[in-house]
């Protein structure tokens, strides 16, 4: 059982009402604005190892289907690149008004929405084309359907809303900052997991060994978790493990303290 281990973290736990008043969406965005500028080579190291686990895991190994939805997606849209190729339909959500917000203003092409080119073009280029970059803009902004508000404390992430059980749910450095302790991540893992059918697929990006990261002028507890740990907490949530990779990154001090990043590609068992 994980749920009696120590999990660690760097100064009080930032929980709900600290995202609510100072997660700041701008802020956040200094870990993606310097994508290929060669400034900050551990978090552009980052990005590409998830974008280019994205891209095969949806492109050659197959994973697809009607419905994706992405839980704790802060104000960012960059993992959903890959995505919306192989689903029909995307459900973004977040905790923080503010990041579905920007999500919004990107989806409908506002001037002050962040310029995520960069990181769409070297996604067109994985693909094999870097020139069809607006193409793909317009192709996400068709395959997302809804932004929802969710928490991922309640067994029901959604609530009030229920959502029909998808063929994939994807979470991406979201449950290591919403956990305050390892009983309140497994209880996360079984809630977001809830929502992904019998057989279908949770893709899950894990910064390992953080204890903080920051986001504009304020720093957010993360729990600090290892590769065993997540394996297990995914297991007991009834799914088997079909790939997991690690990438140790010299991650810049001023945005974290990661060791490396996880990605973890799990199948729910059917019982489950
Ligand atoms: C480190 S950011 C990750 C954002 C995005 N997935 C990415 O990869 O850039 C953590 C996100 O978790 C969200 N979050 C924190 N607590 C949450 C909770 N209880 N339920 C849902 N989301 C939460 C925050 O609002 C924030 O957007």
Redesign the pocket.
């Known amino acids: 059982m994980l749920c009696g281990l120590q999990g660690t973290m760097e100064g009080d736990f930032t ?2 009402e600290m ?1 609510h008043l100072n ?1 700041d969406p701008k802020g ?1 965005f200094s ?2 604005k310097n994508f290929g500028l060669g400034i900050s080579p551990g978090n552009d190291e980052r990005i590409r190892f ?1 974008l280019e686990h994205l891209h095969k895991t949806f492109a050659h190994d197959g994973i697809r289907g009607d419905t994706l939805i ?7 849209i ?2 959903l690149l890959s995505a919306c190729e192989s689903f029909k339909e995307i459900i973004v ?4 008004e503010k ?1 579905r917000e920007e999500v919004q203003k990107w989806l409908r092409k506002d001037p002050n929405a962040f310029d995520w080119t960069p990181i769409v073009k070297y996604v067109c280029q994985l693909e094999g084309n870097r020139e069809t970059w607006l193409e793909k803009e317009e192709k996400l902004r068709r395959t997302i359907k809804q932004v929802l508000k ?4 309640l067994a029901n ?1 959604f609530d009030p809303l229920v959502v029909p059980p998808a063929d994939c749910v994807l ?4 449950l290591e ?2 956990s305050k302790d390892v009983p309140a991540y497994c209880s ?1 893992m079984k809630n977001v997991t809830s929502v992904v059918k019998p057989g279908g697929h949770f893709i899950f ?1 894990i ?1 390992i060994g953080a204890t903080y ?1 920051v ?1 504009g002028q304020s720093k ?1 507890t993360n729990l600090c978790v290892t590769p065993e740990m997540v394996k297990v907490a995914v297991k007991e949530a009834g799914f088997e493990i079909v790939h997991f990779e690690n990438l140790s990154v010299d991650f810049p001090v001023e945005l974290s303290d990661t060791k490396s990043f996880g990605f973890l590609v799990a199948r729910k068992c059917n019982k489950a």
């Open positions: 929980g709900k995202y997660f956040y870990m993606y998830i992405d839980i704790g997606s802060g104000p960012s960059y993992q959500s977040d905790l923080v990041n969710c928490d991922v404390t992430p979470c991406s450095c979201c900052a919403a996360a990006v910064p990261y986001a957010f």
